[in-house]
């Protein structure tokens, strides 16, 4: 059972970059997603999230507007695609899950919080700089 987090690179301020979570041994279909963030010398922080019903997303206030999460359950992945990037969003992106069950609250809701997700992934780095 694994959880890889990949994609990440090197881009220059105002590019593109999209970032993708994959699993291997296990489905996505009845897992929350969270997209976190660690850049060197602070804390890990949330950046957004996905609900197991996908309906369901959040994003941190200092990528609204620019990030973009998605997934595909049937090819098991889930996708941060992040837009306008800037300096500050340098930082070593991870993934994870959380398993919720169909037709529970946890289904239909995600996660800005670290603690509530008991998978994790290996992270990507992404460095945004000119």
């Known amino acids: 059972v694994q959880l890889q987090a990949s994609g990440g690179g090197s881009v220059q301020p105002g590019r593109s970059l999209r970032v993708s979570c994959t699993t291997t041994g296990f489905s996505l279909d009845y897992y929350s997603v969270g997209w976190f963030r660690q850049a060197p010398g602070k804390e890990r922080e949330g950046v957004s999230c996905?609900?197991?019903?996908?309906?369901?997303?959040w994003y941190a206030d200092s990528v609204k507007g620019r990030f973009t999460v998605s997934r595909d359950n049937a090819k098991n992945v889930v996708y941060l695609q992040m837009n306008s990037l800037r300096p500050e969003d340098t930082a070593v992106y991870y993934c994870?899950?959380?398993?919720?069950?169909?037709?529970?609250?946890?289904?239909?809701?995600?996660?800005?919080?670290?603690?509530?997700?008991?998978?994790w992934g290996r992270g990507t780095l992404v460095t945004v700089s000119s």
């Open positions: 996905i609900s197991s019903s996908q309906d369901s997303t």
């Open positions: 994870a899950t959380k398993a919720t069950t169909r037709n529970t609250p946890d289904y239909y809701r995600c996660s800005p919080y670290g603690y509530e997700y008991d998978k």
